[in-house]
C-alpha cells in the first residue's frame, strides 16, 4: 500500500504563486510515475504534470511555462511549483503515484486563485 499526503494548497490572487507538496510512504517502488492531477467543480479530473523516476517530465498544455515538476527520490517527495496563477487554475489538486500496474491518490488539497 501507498500513502499520499498533499500539502500547500490555499487562496492566492491571480499571478501570484504556490508551492505544493506530497509525501508518499509505504510500499514505494523505484520506476514509478508520480504526478499531479486537478478537478475543478463539475469537470473531470485532468493531468497536470506527471515525472518520471529518471526525472523525465510532461505537461499540459495549459500549464507550460507556468508550472515545474520536480521530486526527491530519497525522501518519496514530488513538488508543484506554480506561478503567474489563473482563475482557471482553480480545482482541487492530487498528487499520484503509479507503480506495478496500479495508482494510488492523495486526499486533495484546494488551490483557488481569485481575480
Known amino acids: 500500500q501507498v500513502q499520499l499526503v498533499e500539502s500547500g494548497g490555499g487562496l492566492v490572487q491571480a499571478g501570484g504563486s504556490l508551492r505544493l507538496s506530497c509525501a508518499a510512504s509505504g510500499s514505494i517502488f523505484r520506476g514509478n510515475v508520480m504526478a499531479w492531477y486537478r478537478q475543478a467543480p463539475g469537470k473531470q479530473r485532468e493531468l497536470v504534470a506527471a515525472i518520471t523516476s529518471g526525472g523525465n517530465t510532461d505537461y499540459a498544455d495549459s500549464v507550460k511555462g507556468r508550472i515545474t515538476i520536480s521530486r526527491d527520490n530519497a525522501k518519496n517527495l514530488v513538488y508543484l511549483q506554480m506561478k503567474s496563477l489563473k482563475p482557471e487554475d482553480t480545482a482541487v489538486y492530487y498528487c499520484?503515484?503509479?507503480?506495478?500496474?496500479?495508482?494510488?491518490w492523495g486526499q486533495g488539497t484546494q488551490v483557488t486563485v481569485s481575480s
Open positions: 499520484s503515484v503509479t507503480q506495478a500496474f496500479s495508482t494510488y
